[in-house]
């Protein structure tokens, strides 16, 4: 049973990214990471070589030290290059972003100088809907619609702070600045749980002493050398790849 629930059985959902297949048992999934990226609302689409790899390896480098620390993760194991064994987790649709540093839409919303300090970081939540391009929505609307509650929603804030704590240090150690990133959190057996993935498609770092870009904003940008900026980051925090 335990080798069987590590096959992949059918698949449940291609997302721009990802695809997600159920298991044996229905408590688990396994996420396949692929080259593609996409930006804009998956208006562009390109493949990367080894990108999933990457990203694969790095997500599970990073929740794994998420879950040292003590944030409950959907992270059960490393699978292959490409694939991860997860907690099956009923996702809830609303983004938990926190920024460290301006960038992205909030300069673009406000008009503020990219790279600025924000102190304290800022919470900000976005409704996962590419048709209407991931609108910034706030507490009452998602519980108004019943998208999370409001203890749901108390949690997530927490844990994408304490993820906040965590994250910020290791990258500091390896040189980066962690600008800002986005989480996706689901339940699991009646708690909440962060699911989804942590790498450079979902969050911004610029090197700590030259700011370069270390992230998908290459991409967003046409800036080149993405994979090689995403596998810069690996390799200063210590996460293995094969050649
Ligand atoms: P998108 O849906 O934005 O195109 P992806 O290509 O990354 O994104 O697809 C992965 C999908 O799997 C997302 O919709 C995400 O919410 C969902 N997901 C991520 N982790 C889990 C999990 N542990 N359990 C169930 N669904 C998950
Ligand atoms: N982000 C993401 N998925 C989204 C929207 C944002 O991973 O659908 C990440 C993005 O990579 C960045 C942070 O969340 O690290 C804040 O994004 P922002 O609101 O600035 O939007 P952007 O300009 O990146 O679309």
């Given at each position: 049973m335990e080798n069987q629930s590590m096959e992949k059985q059918s698949e449940l959902y291609r997302g721009k990214a990802k695809t997600v297949y159920t298991t044996a048992d229905p408590n688990f999934l396994i996420l396949e990471f692929r080259d593609d990226t996409s930006a804009f609302d998956g208006e562009r689409i390109e493949q990367l070589s080894r990108k999933g790899m990457?990203?694969?390896?790095?997500?599970?480098?990073?929740?794994s030290k998420l879950a040292a620390a003590g944030i409950p993760t959907q992270m059960e194991r490393l699978l292959s290059d490409t694939e991860c064994l997860v907690k099956k987790l009923d996702m809830i649709p609303v983004e938990c972003v926190v920024r460290n540093r301006a960038?992205?839409?909030l300069v673009r919303r406000l008009g503020v100088e990219e790279g600025l300090e924000l102190n304290p970081p800022t919470f900000e939540l976005f409704l996962k809907n590419d048709a209407l391009h991931d609108p910034m929505v706030n507490e009452t609307h998602a519980i108004a619609f019943g998208w999370a509650t409001a203890e749901q929603l108390a949690e997530m804030?927490?844990?994408?702070f304490a993820v906040n704590a965590v994250l910020k240090s290791l990258f500091d150690e390896a040189g980066m600045l962690l600008v800002d990133y986005k989480l996706e959190f689901g339940v699991f057996e009646g708690t909440i749980v962060l699911g989804d993935e942590?790498?450079?498609?979902?969050?911004r770092l610029w090197d700590k002493?030259?700011?370069?870009?270390?992230?998908?904003?290459?991409?967003?940008?046409?800036?080149?050398?993405?994979?090689?900026?995403?596998?810069?980051?690996?390799?200063r925090l210590g996460v293995e790849l094969p050649a």
């Amino acid at each position: 049973m335990e080798n069987q629930s590590m096959e992949k059985q059918s698949e449940l959902y291609r997302g721009k990214a990802k695809t997600v297949y159920t298991t044996a048992d229905p408590n688990f999934l396994i996420l396949e990471f692929r080259d593609d990226t996409s930006a804009f609302d998956g208006e562009r689409i390109e493949q990367l070589s080894r990108k999933g790899m990457v990203n694969n390896r790095f997500n599970h480098f990073i929740m794994s030290k998420l879950a040292a620390a003590g944030i409950p993760t959907q992270m059960e194991r490393l699978l292959s290059d490409t694939e991860c064994l997860v907690k099956k987790l009923d996702m809830i649709p609303v983004e938990c972003v926190v920024r460290n540093r301006a960038a992205g839409s909030l300069v673009r919303r406000l008009g503020v100088e990219e790279g600025l300090e924000l102190n304290p970081p800022t919470f900000e939540l976005f409704l996962k809907n590419d048709a209407l391009h991931d609108p910034m929505v706030n507490e009452t609307h998602a519980i108004a619609f019943g998208w999370a509650t409001a203890e749901q929603l108390a949690e997530m804030k927490r844990l994408t702070f304490a993820v906040n704590a965590v994250l910020k240090s290791l990258f500091d150690e390896a040189g980066m600045l962690l600008v800002d990133y986005k989480l996706e959190f689901g339940v699991f057996e009646g708690t909440i749980v962060l699911g989804d993935e942590f790498s450079p498609d979902g969050c911004r770092l610029w090197d700590k002493e030259t700011l370069t870009k270390l992230d998908k904003d290459r991409f967003r940008q046409g800036l080149g050398g993405v994979v090689e900026a995403y596998e810069e980051v690996a390799k200063r925090l210590g996460v293995e790849l094969p050649a």
